[in-house]
């Protein structure tokens, strides 16, 4: 079976930090760019991050940059998603996803072929 799998959701308070893996079986992420979104009830799902096949590009949303890097390891078929000053408005579910290529409509979901279940980040006090 293919899929996505992510991991590494939980309850953070205002400032602390969070690292997310997404995880791939049955397929190899080498020739993929890996997006991560995010989802609040009632909100359309959001591009927060993306990666390279290669891990030689990045690109983030403006409301995390600098506080978030994506990172990949292909030799484990992971890629990562390093979460600091987290702030209650970063409280979401949060998805990795799997697109062909990488490229300017990273931050679109309907340009990924393939989607995680999503893990729960909550920032709160």
């Known amino acids: 079976q293919l899929q996505l799998v992510e991991v590494g959701g939980g309850l953070v308070q205002p400032g602390g930090s969070l690292r997310l893996s997404c995880a791939a079986s049955?397929?190899?992420?080498?020739?993929?760019?890996i997006g991560w979104f995010r989802q609040v009830p009632g909100k359309e799902r959001e591009g927060v991050s993306c990666i390279s096949s290669s891990g030689s590009s990045t690109t983030y949303a403006d409301s995390v940059k600098g506080r978030f890097t994506i990172t990949r390891d292909n030799a484990k078929n992971t890629v990562y998603l390093q979460m600091n000053s987290l702030k209650p408005e970063d409280t979401a579910v949060y998805y990795c996803a799997a697109r062909a290529r990488f490229g300017s409509r990273w931050y679109i979901p309907h340009e990924y072929d393939r989607w995680g279940q999503g893990t729960q980040v909550t920032v709160s006090s």
């Open positions: 049955g397929f190899t992420l080498d020739y993929y760019a």
